[in-house]
């Protein structure tokens, strides 16, 4: 092969993608293959972390063989930033907030173009820019728009639509691949052997490194796993949403050695503990204020469910918040949360999670403590459950 150092990131990871995780570039490099080099990349930014700095630096593998994706403990959830979660801070702040997460370790970072029809994309696009070298973003695909304008009632993963949503995400993010390109919702009009059959063709093509799926179920994984390996699952899972281990999913993902994304792992905020029966969630950009369990009556309700969390990390010296996310940690080696914030000290306090260890008992007894207390309100709204796959 020609020894060509300024070869460019996509043909990079293209190559790696083909052949996976042993490609050689250069005898004389010592066989360093894309994986390993951003692996190294993420191993350097951990080691200059300074002692003390509120940090995630661990790393952890989501997926299995081809399909291995190596990135930090915890992601970050950038929907927030400027979609769907009420006020948010300046561009200058948020971006500036985004640079605090890479300078703390993160490596994943999560957007899609559903979040404000490209909006949260090309925010995430200016943030990172410069620092692509060894972070990842992960974009999705599968809602219909129609002129921009979402058509809640139907999902589109024709292959045509996958490859303009993957073309458009790397524009707006201003990289040559994507991380993770994961299907955002089941199209029902669309078999998932397609849609596994056109993101192969994507890694191939070196335009995305991995793909994955949210919110399906385990026949529709163990289908995809077949036609492409999956990487990572990305559905909503915490403390007060189990379905996951009681559907198969988790089952099935530790069985094919698929990673798992649990998306909203904070409840939507929820159990970070500041929200109560008088929050008011801005209507023109939240969707908390259509669902069944942020209405405050629900809220006022689902409040013990907080305090178990306040009471159980009182006597630990740590904050509800990191409660729910170092539950999400210490549940399974191959979970990476994602939770959002537009706040330096709350992603702070979030990456601090990471360092907490719960024994299994400690996890029993939390466990036991917030089961025992029923969740009132659905998580969402009849329509946007019907798009769930039980
Ligand atoms: N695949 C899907 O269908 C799907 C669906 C929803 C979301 N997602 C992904 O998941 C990510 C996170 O989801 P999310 O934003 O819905 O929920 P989340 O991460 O559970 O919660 C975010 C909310 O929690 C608050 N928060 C964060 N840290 C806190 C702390 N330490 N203490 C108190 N409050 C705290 C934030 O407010 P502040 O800004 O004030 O900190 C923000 O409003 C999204 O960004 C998106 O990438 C995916």
């Given at each position: 092969?020609?020894?060509?150092?300024?070869?460019?990131?996509?043909?990079?990871?293209?190559?790696?993608?083909m052949?996976?995780?042993?490609?050689?570039?250069?005898p004389?490099?010592?066989?360093?293959?894309?994986?390993?080099?951003?692996?190294?990349?993420?191993?350097?930014?951990?080691?200059?972390?300074?002692?003390?700095m509120?940090?995630?630096?661990?790393?952890?593998?989501?997926?299995?063989?081809?399909?291995?994706?190596?990135?930090?403990?915890?992601?970050?959830?950038?929907?927030?930033?400027?979609?769907n979660?009420?006020?948010?801070?300046?561009?200058?702040?948020?971006?500036?907030?985004?640079?605090?997460?890479?300078?703390?370790g993160?490596?994943?970072?999560?957007?899609?173009e559903?979040?404000?029809?490209?909006?949260?994309?090309?925010?995430?696009?200016?943030?990172?820019?410069?620092?692509?070298?060894h972070?990842?973003?992960?974009?999705k695909?599968g809602?219909?728009?129609?002129?921009?304008?979402?058509?809640?009632?139907?999902e589109d993963?024709?292959?045509?639509?996958?490859?303009?949503?993957c073309?458009?995400?790397?524009?707006?993010?201003?990289?040559?691949?994507?991380?993770?390109?994961?299907?955002?919702?089941?199209?029902?009009?669309?078999?998932?052997?397609?849609?596994?059959?056109?993101?192969?063709?994507?890694?191939?093509?070196?335009?995305?490194?991995?793909?994955?799926?949210?919110?399906?179920?385990?026949?529709?994984?163990?289908?995809a796993?077949?036609i492409?390996?999956?990487?990572?699952?990305?559905?909503?899972?915490?403390?007060?949403?189990?379905t996951?281990?009681?559907?198969?999913?988790?089952?099935?993902?530790?069985?094919?050695?698929?990673?798992?994304?649990?998306?909203?792992?904070?409840?939507?905020?929820?159990?970070?503990?500041?929200i109560?029966?008088?929050?008011?969630?801005?209507?023109?950009?939240?969707?908390?204020?259509?669902?069944?369990?942020?209405?405050?009556?629900?809220?006022?309700?689902?409040?013990?469910?907080?305090?178990?969390?306040?009471?159980?990390?009182?006597?630990r010296?740590?904050?509800?918040?990191?409660?729910a996310?170092?539950?999400?940690?210490?549940?399974?080696?191959?979970?990476?949360?994602?939770?959002?914030?537009?706040?330096?000290?709350?992603?702070?306090?979030?990456?601090?999670?990471?360092?907490?260890?719960?024994?299994?008992?400690?996890?029993?007894?939390?466990?036991?403590?917030?089961t025992?207390?029923?969740?009132?309100?659905?998580?969402?709204?009849?329509?946007?459950?019907?798009?769930?796959?039980k």
């Amino acid at each position: 092969m020609k020894k060509n150092m300024d070869m460019s990131r996509r043909g990079f990871l293209k190559m790696a993608a083909m052949t996976g995780t042993a490609m050689c570039i250069e005898p004389a490099l010592n066989k360093v293959t894309a994986a390993e080099k951003a692996l190294n990349g993420q191993r350097q930014a951990t080691n200059n972390i300074p002692a003390g700095m509120a940090a995630v630096r661990t790393q952890r593998t989501l997926g299995s063989g081809k399909a291995a994706f190596t990135v930090s403990a915890m992601g970050y959830g950038c929907m927030g930033l400027n979609h769907n979660r009420s006020q948010h801070p300046s561009e200058d702040k948020e971006i500036a907030l985004v640079h605090e997460a890479v300078e703390r370790g993160v490596t994943l970072f999560d957007t899609a173009e559903s979040y404000g029809y490209h909006v949260n994309e090309k925010l995430v696009g200016k943030a990172l820019k410069g620092h692509t070298g060894h972070v990842f973003v992960s974009s999705k695909f599968g809602h219909k728009f129609v002129n921009g304008v979402q058509v809640k009632t139907e999902e589109d993963s024709t292959p045509a639509n996958i490859r303009r949503v993957c073309e458009n995400s790397l524009h707006n993010l201003g990289v040559e691949t994507l991380g993770i390109f994961y299907q955002h919702r089941i199209d029902p009009n669309t078999p998932i052997e397609v849609v596994a059959e056109t993101c192969g063709e994507l890694i191939k093509e070196g335009k995305i490194l991995h793909w994955g799926m949210c919110e399906v179920n385990a026949d529709t994984i163990r289908r995809a796993h077949k036609i492409c390996p999956v990487t990572a699952i990305q559905s909503e899972y915490h403390l007060m949403h189990r379905t996951v281990e009681t559907n198969s999913v988790l089952a099935a993902c530790e069985e094919l050695g698929i990673g798992f994304v649990p998306y909203s792992p904070l409840n939507r905020g929820f159990l970070g503990g500041l929200i109560n029966e008088y929050t008011r969630f801005d209507t023109t950009n939240d969707n908390r204020h259509t669902l069944p369990r942020f209405q405050p009556e629900a809220i006022r309700a689902n409040t013990r469910i907080v305090e178990v969390l306040n009471a159980f990390g009182r006597t630990r010296g740590i904050t509800p918040a990191q409660v729910a996310l170092a539950w999400l940690i210490n549940k399974r080696p191959y979970i990476v949360p994602i939770p959002g914030t537009t706040k330096l000290s709350h992603l702070e306090e979030n990456l601090r999670a990471c360092d907490i260890t719960f024994t299994a008992e400690e996890m029993d007894e939390l466990e036991k403590a917030v089961t025992a207390i029923p969740v009132v309100g659905s998580r969402y709204d009849k329509l946007q459950e019907s798009k769930i796959q039980k």
